[in-house]
Structure formats: structure tokens, C-alpha cells
């Protein structure tokens, strides 16, 4: 494999890995969020800003650690076929499977995108009590789908690089 593709490889799993490791904190953020609110329901003056700061926060956590969960090769998989492959076998079927990923993940990109820029154009709020906008999450969304793209065509490449017996 040429170089520039190894730098790439490693450029976008090492970003993917810093992005997924400070997004398991995002966890702790919805708790204190979700604590807070307990708090003050207690005190009878509920906030009315927790539970959708908590969903958007768990959208966040979600949608950012997904690309580290496809990284780590942690995502769920139905082995009853995969696993009797050789390790060529397997990377055949996930350059295969990794095509169909990548449509799918560019379709989901592109409306995020639009969704984002119409957000960003008409200051669009959600529509409760607090009216929070909602550009910041779609902008995170957005961003994630970005990254699980790259992190794709990286293992692509690591496919492509596993069937010619090479490393990366």
C-alpha cells in the first residue's frame, strides 16, 4: 500500500479515537444533567432545560462514539457465517459489506448536511417550553456521520490491504 494511504489510515483512526474517548464523558454530562434535574424537582422548581439537554446529549454520546465502536470493530456483527471465513475471507466480505456502509452513511450525510444548513438558515428551535436551537446537534450529527465515512474508507483500505497480505 503507498504511504499516503497508511498516513491516512492512522490521520483518521487516531482522530476517531480521540473524538470516541472524549465522548464517553458525554455520559457523566447526562447524568449530572439528569441529577440536576432531579434536584430540582425535589425543590419544586423544576428546570425546564434538563430533559431535552439530556437528549441531546445522549444524541451526542451516541452519535460520536459510533465511529469509535465501528474502530474498535465493536459494533454488532451476525457471526454464524463470518467468524468460519479465513481472515482473506473476511476481509472480501467486508470490502463488500463496507460499499453498502458507505452509501448508506452518504445518503445520511447528505441529509444531515441539509438538515443542518436549514437550521442554521430559518434559526430553527425545537418547539417546547424552552425552544433550544437546534443547529448545535445537527452540526454534531453531521459531524459524526462525517467521521464514521472515514473511518469506512478506512478499513477499506485496511480490507484492501489484508486481501494482498499486506499490513497497515
Given at each position: 500500500?503507498?504511504?499516503w494511504?497508511?498516513?491516512?489510515?492512522r490521520?483518521v483512526e487516531?482522530m476517531n479515537?480521540?473524538?470516541?474517548?472524549?465522548a464517553?464523558y458525554?455520559?457523566?454530562?447526562?447524568?449530572?444533567?439528569?441529577?440536576w434535574?432531579s434536584?430540582?424537582?425535589?425543590?419544586?422548581?423544576?428546570?425546564?432545560?434538563?430533559l431535552e439537554?439530556?437528549?441531546?446529549?445522549?444524541?451526542a454520546?451516541?452519535m460520536l462514539g459510533?465511529?469509535?465502536?465501528?474502530q474498535?470493530d465493536?459494533n454488532?456483527?451476525?457471526?454464524l457465517i463470518?467468524?468460519?471465513?479465513?481472515?482473506k475471507?473476511?476481509?472480501?466480505?467486508?470490502v463488500?459489506?463496507v460499499?453498502?456502509l458507505m452509501f448508506?452513511l452518504?445518503?445520511?450525510?447528505?441529509?444531515?448536511?441539509?438538515a443542518?444548513?436549514?437550521?442554521?438558515?430559518?434559526n430553527e428551535?425545537?418547539?417546547t417550553?424552552?425552544r433550544p436551537?437546534?443547529w448545535?446537534?445537527?452540526s454534531?450529527?453531521?459531524?459524526a456521520?462525517?467521521?464514521?465515512?472515514?473511518?469506512?474508507s478506512a478499513?477499506?483500505?485496511?480490507?484492501?490491504?489484508?486481501i494482498r497480505?499486506e499490513k497497515?
Open positions: 500500500m503507498p504511504a494511504t497508511r498516513a491516512y489510515v490521520f487516531a479515537y480521540r473524538v470516541g474517548r472524549i464517553m458525554l455520559l457523566y454530562v447526562m447524568m449530572a444533567i439528569l441529577l434535574s434536584v430540582t424537582k425535589i425543590m419544586h422548581v423544576p428546570a425546564l432545560w434538563t439537554m439530556a437528549q441531546f446529549t445522549l444524541v454520546y451516541f459510533a465511529p469509535y465502536s465501528l474498535l465493536t454488532v456483527r451476525m457471526d463470518y467468524a468460519r471465513f479465513t481472515t475471507g473476511q476481509a472480501v466480505w467486508d463488500f459489506t460499499f453498502c448508506y452518504g445518503v445520511m450525510l447528505w441529509g444531515a448536511f441539509d443542518t444548513a436549514y437550521s442554521f438558515a430559518v428551535r425545537n418547539p417550553a424552552w436551537p437546534l448545535p446537534i445537527k454534531v450529527i453531521t459531524f456521520f462525517a467521521l464514521m465515512l472515514l473511518q469506512a478499513h477499506l483500505i485496511r480490507d484492501i490491504a489484508t497480505g497497515i
